[in-house]
């Protein structure tokens, strides 16, 4: 079955301990990407990936990390999490031909005290 | 910039009624429009998959037209079901790097028995 994998699905950490949110997908796509999702504001892109060892800033990369090693993984990295970086994340995946369907992870709650 | 309109943001509506959700966005120069659906606190499951080229697809109770030009899409669905309560996304894959996507806010649709 093809999916896109995310762990955990809800964390609650702490104001500057760093986390990692990890996003799986088993389709062999090129293209992955992470959003988060806040009340009025919609989904919202923060990084992409191309392809391994390529990835972009979206247009909230602020306080994000990301790195890609493997064609299937592409884990979403907190160095120092703020308040302001509560919300709901998601994470998706699709082949890089324009035309195809994007396939999207679970969500990831997460909540910065 | 991309902007993605979804009106209404709210609607409710009592079992058996034929509706219909309105997605606008700015930009013609899209690959695809895709329509999700999303659950409280869940995930993003696709419902519709339209490319650029064409003017709509279906999936049983649910048609999306698409009007590239005009820059409108729209998500009809017919003798709607307490189960079809949930908020409804339409979303963009914009012709530029990344294939970036973007959200409308959704519209929260409830289905009253």
């Known amino acids: 079955e093809a999916q896109v994998t995310q762990n955990p699905r809800y964390l609650i950490t702490v104001t500057g301990k760093k986390l990692t949110v990890t996003c799986s997908q088993n389709?062999?796509?090129?293209?992955m990407s992470w959003y988060r999702q806040d009340p009025g504001l919609g989904l919202r892109q923060i990084y992409y990936?191309?392809?391994?060892?390529?990835?972009d800033k979206g247009d909230v990369p602020e306080g994000y990390k990301v790195s890609r090693k493997e064609k299937r993984n592409f884990p979403l990295i907190l160095e120092s999490p703020s308040p302001n970086q509560t919300s709901l994340y998601f994470c998706?995946?699709?082949?890089?031909?324009?035309?195809?369907?994007?396939?999207f992870g679970q969500g990831t709650r997460l909540t910065v005290v | 910039k991309q902007e993605v309109t979804q009106i209404p943001a709210a609607l409710s509506v009592p079992e058996g009624e034929n509706l219909v959700l309105n997605c606008s966005f700015t930009d013609s120069a899209i690959y695809n429009l895709q329509w999700f659906r999303q659950d409280p606190g869940k995930g993003l499951t696709s419902l519709l998959l339209?490319?650029?080229?064409?003017r709509e697809q279906t999936s049983g109770r649910l048609n999306a037209s698409l009007d590239k030009s005009s820059g409108r899409s729209t998500l009809y669905i017919a003798a709607s079901q307490p189960g079809d309560s949930a908020t409804y996304l339409c979303a963009v894959k914009r012709v530029r790097a990344g294939n970036q996507f973007y959200f409308g806010t959704g519209t929260s649709l409830t289905v009253i028995p």
């Open positions: 339209i490319q650029s080229s064409q």
């Open positions: 990936s191309m392809n391994v060892e390529v990835t």
């Open positions: 389709m062999n796509h090129e293209y």
């Open positions: 998706a995946s699709s082949s890089p031909t324009g035309s195809t369907e994007a396939f």
